[in-house]
């Protein structure tokens, strides 16, 4: 008979220096896609900067407010309100990994469609997290590229 708790802490869990998650799609094969590492953190700060921040009802203060700048001219103003809210979201909800630099880019003649790339780290590790926000004339307020 095989201990549920045990085979779960050596096969899903991961160690304690290791990392492991599930995408919430399917492989061809129809398995859960696995990834792991620095890949695990890259989709964990895409989640919640893409997630509204009070949307979860038991976790109101996770999210971000940068469905708020969806609509605003790509000014200075913007990119610090932008760039500080992205800064501090990370620095408040996951203490795993350093923010190493973040920039924004415009995508767009109008400066109302940008992305947000921030250079995290864990470790020796680096990644680069990528968050597209659409101008006003595209059907969803945020993509993921």
Same mark, same amino acid.
Do not use: C, W
């Given at each position: 008979?095989?201990?549920?708790?045990?085979?779960?802490?050596?096969?899903?869990?991961?160690?304690?220096?290791?990392?492991?998650?599930?995408?919430?799609?399917?492989?061809?094969?129809?398995?859960?896609?696995?990834?792991?590492?620095?890949?695990?953190?890259?989709?964990?700060?895409?989640?919640?900067?893409?997630?509204?921040?009070?949307?979860?009802?038991?976790?109101?203060?996770?999210?971000?407010?940068?469905?708020? &700048?969806? #609509? !605003?001219?790509?000014? =200075? *103003?913007?990119?610090?309100? $932008?760039?500080?809210?992205? +800064?501090?979201?990370? &620095?408040? #909800? !996951?203490?795993?990994? =350093? *923010?190493?630099?973040?920039? $924004?880019?415009?995508?767009? +003649?109008?400066?109302?469609?940008?992305?947000?790339?921030?250079?995290?780290?864990?470790?020796?590790?680096?990644?680069?997290?990528?968050?597209?926000?659409?101008?006003?004339?595209?059907?969803?307020?945020?993509?993921?590229?």
């Amino acid at each position: 008979m095989i201990n549920t708790e045990k085979f779960f802490a050596k096969n899903i869990a991961g160690k304690n220096d290791q990392i492991y998650d599930y995408l919430p799609a399917t492989s061809t094969r129809g398995d859960f896609q696995r990834i792991e590492g620095l890949d695990v953190l890259i989709n964990s700060i895409r989640t919640l900067l893409l997630t509204p921040l009070g949307y979860y009802p038991f976790d109101p203060e996770y999210g971000s407010e940068l469905y708020k &700048k969806v #609509f !605003d001219p790509l000014d =200075d *103003v913007s990119r610090d309100e $932008i760039m500080f809210e992205v +800064t501090e979201r990370i &620095k408040n #909800f !996951d203490n795993r990994i =350093d *923010v190493v630099d973040s920039q $924004i880019y415009e995508l767009s +003649t109008d400066g109302k469609s940008y992305r947000v790339d921030v250079v995290i780290a864990r470790g020796k590790l680096e990644g680069t997290v990528s968050v597209h926000l659409p101008g006003p004339n595209h059907q969803f307020a945020f993509e993921d590229e």
